[in-house]
Structures are given as C-alpha cells and as structure tokens.
Nanobody, 118 residues
Framework: QVQFVESGGGLVQPGGSLRLSCAAS????????MAWYRQEPGKQRELVAT???????SYIGSVQGRFTISKDNAKNTVYLQMNNLKPEDTAVYYC????????????WGQGTQVTVSS
C-alpha cells in the first residue's frame, strides 16, 4: 500500500518561492510517472507538473518557467520547486502517479497548503 506525505507548503508573498516535497512509503512501480496536482476550494483537482521515469518533465502553461518538478529515486521523494509565486497558485498541492483519463494509481495523501498573499 503506497502512501504519500506532502510537505513544504506555507504562506508566502507574491514573487516568493517554496519547495514542496512528496515522500512515498511503500513500493511504487518504477515505470510509472509521478506528478503534482493542486486543488482550490470548490474546484476540481488539476494536474500541474509531471515527471516520467526517464526524467522527462511537462507543465501546465500557467506554471511553465516558474515551477520545476524533480525526483530522488533513492529517497522515494518527488519535489516541486515553485518560484515567482502568484496569488492564483494558492491551493492544496498533492502528488500521485497519473494514469490515463485523469485517473491515478494510488490513494491521495493529505496534501500541503500553499497560500500566496501579501
């Protein structure tokens, strides 16, 4: 049973930076990609950034050039470096392994709250 523990969120001013971590317990298939998602109150969860098992990354347009996803296989941990944060980045951030049609491989963790406000 895989469980995710997200951390690193907090309150930051516009233009600031945060680094999120997602530590996975349990065995994750070595071939699945990993991703960060976020969810604002009353809205659907959205996929923000993905990293394949080969290290290829992709991002939604609104975070391209500001966010960087990376992973440490030895530590079973995925990171999201977020720079030049904007108020519209405010959300609860989660990690998981994406499948087709918006589905994910594993149960969701508790997420970590990111609030961007002056």
């Amino acid at each position: 049973q895989v469980q995710f523990v997200e951390s690193g969120g907090g309150l930051v001013q516009p233009g600031g930076s945060l680094r999120l971590s997602c530590a996975a317990s349990g065995r994750i298939s070595s071939i699945v990609p990993m991703a960060w998602y976020r969810q604002e109150p009353g809205k659907q969860r959205e996929l923000v950034a993905t990293i394949t098992n080969g290290g290829i990354t992709s991002y939604i347009g609104s975070v391209q050039g500001r966010f960087t996803i990376s992973k440490d296989n030895a530590k079973n941990t995925v990171y999201l470096q977020m720079n030049n944060l904007k108020p519209e980045d405010t959300a609860v951030y989660y990690c998981n392994a994406p499948k087709s049609q918006g589905r994910v491989f594993y149960s969701w963790g508790q997420g970590t709250q990111v609030t961007v406000s002056s």
